[in-house]
């Protein structure tokens, strides 16, 4: 086991994984531990914006300027993670016109780069668009893969001597004479439980910081804010599209890959393990989305997902819709007479690299390291098989390969090498795999890389019969809480084709695969 450590980071998010390449850039001794796979939580579940900033002018400047720095930053360090689709905001017939005569003043106060173009050249660009818009301002937004952000930010951890511990979960905080030492950890696959001793925690956790905090018996209040989003087949926008207004429910439409993503709502929930979705949060994002997209709800809806926002309040009396979205970082020593421990809270995954700095600057305080932080100057090299971002890429990659024999998955085209890499990076199950390589992504939802997928494991002798029949069973379970909220239309006709191969030819378990 593991002797003693310097720093053990809780959470395998943006935030945490940035926390782990910071401290081991550093070179402090730091460990990683996730109670599922990396990206799991909120990372893994929000809509893929790369922030301009200019989401936030109005009623939380900071946040804009700190969305606005970090854009750029990021860009430079983890290209091959982003994609430059640029974003446009649109006052159309239902916003209020003030708000677009006020844009670029507010963008400006808060150092957002922005600039009014011709509504004209944008429904050139982006004809799906209403052509009522009167208005159109450009902004710095992109797409971003939160998947390839974290694996990027812990492979260079490893380098410098990070290491995770993925499938761990604390069970409890250590605590002697008023400090954190160390923490209890349970292998959620085999069950084990050990501690690991540390000179300090960085409670990483995002929405489920409070409860690591509590473990110490500190009080940390973070409010849940679920977001319901839903992803459509093809990109009907190639660049990011916001309604010029407040920010509110379903006002935004993110190019991803080769889909587009639409939403979101926002609604606090107690536990931030609800992954819930209710109809009438789906008719929210496709009412609103038809507002930016005439004829968007016709079109084919591949799955719908919720994700928590990890939403700091300060003060009890603060309202949720008035909670800023920035982030905080808590010095448990000077705030609650705590030591070893501190919590970083709130923020965006566009800002997760300086939340990082900030964190490891205080850290780095407190162990008497003097090493100045180089994490915004050095640039992750991408992985020549991770070279997969833009639009028509991944096919280009496969003629010139000539692997057309060795494909998985048609739809995100993942060949037998990527999946086999990504089981010897360290993938346990289909839902890994699907994180690592996008593979049951597309429109078929898994229906026929799936079973492709647990055979692949079988004759690779990484999982035994039984094993793989389990892996197509836990896949499926998981794809249909996506699928199940917008099941008509080709995508109902998908489920069913699906159903007929799973649950007549294969003869899955219908109770494990609903």
Known sequence: MLDSIDVLVIGGGATGTGVLRDLAMRGLSCVLVERRDLADGTTGRYHGLLHSGARYIGRDREAARDCAIENQILRRIIPHCIEDTSGYFVSTPQDPKRYAEEFLGLCFAAGVPAQQVRVSSLLQREPALNRGISHAFEVADGSADAFLTVEANVRSAREYGGQTLLYHEVINLIVEAGTVVGARLRNTLTGEE???????????????????????????????????????????VNSVINRCKQPGDGDIIVPVRTVCVAGTTDESVPDPDDRSMLAHEIATVLDEGEILIPGLSQARMLRAWAGVRPLYREQATTEDRDLSRDFKVLDHAQRDGLDGIVSIVGGKYTTYRMMAERTVDLVAKYVQNTSACRTAEEAIPAPDQRRLFTVGAPLATI????????????????????????WQAGATSIDDLRRDTRIGMGPCQGGFCTMRTAALAYEAQVADQQQSIEAIEHFLQERWRGIQPILWGDQLRQARLDEQIYLNLLNVNPEDAQ
């Open 194 to 236: 050990f501690n690991l001793a540390c000179h300090y925690v960085v409670n990483a956790a995002g929405a489920w910081a409070g409860r690591i905090a509590a473990m110490a018996g500190i009080a940390v209040d973070i409010v849940a804010g679920k977001g319901v989003m839903v992803a459509f087949n093809h990109r009907l």
């Open 399 to 422: 003629e010139a390969e000539q692997s057309y024999g060795d494909l998985i998955c048609e739809c995100e085209l993942v060949t037998r090498q990527r999946l086999l890499d990504a």
